[in-house]
Nanobody, 130 residues
Framework: QVQLVESGGGLVQAGDSLRLSCAAS????????MGWFRQAPGKEREFVAA????????YYVDSVKGRFTISRDNAKNMVDLQMNSLKPEDTAVYYC???????????????????????WGQGTQVTVSS
């Protein structure tokens, strides 16, 4: 059974950086897509970034491009989200998610759809004050 555990959330000021981590266990993760999603109060959960574990290809939502970087550590089975130049609008609960795919399915409209993902972490709060 795949398990995902997020860590690294917290309260920061606008312009600061924060690094979220997702510890993945219960499977070998080749041909898995690992995604980060976020949900702000009163809003729908939205896609942030995704990485294809085997090749390292990535996608980002436009609002975080150039500020956030998703990466994975094969040896530690961890996926990180480095968040720089944080803004108050980045405030949300951030979730790590995973789904096993065939490589041909790694395209934006597929990996940005939360309903494609089978496994979710419990979430970690990120609060950015102005």
């Amino acid at each position: 059974q795949v398990q995902l555990v997020e860590s690294g959330g917290g309260l920061v000021q606008a312009g600061d950086s924060l690094r979220l981590s997702c510890a993945a266990s219960g499977s070998t993760f080749s041909n898995f897509v690992m995604g980060w999603f976020r949900q702000a109060p009163g809003k729908e959960r939205e896609f942030v970034a995704a990485i294809f574990w085997s090749g390292g290809s990535t996608y980002y939502v436009d609002s975080v491009k150039g500020r956030f970087t998703i990466s994975r550590d094969n040896a530690k089975n961890m996926v990180d989200l480095q968040m720089n130049s944080l803004k108050p609008e980045d405030t949300a609960v951030y979730y790590c998610a995973a789904v096993h795919i065939t490589p041909g399915l790694f395209y934006y409209t597929y990996v940005s759809n939360q309903y494609r993902y089978d496994y979710w972490g419990q979430g970690t709060q990120v609060t950015v004050s102005s």
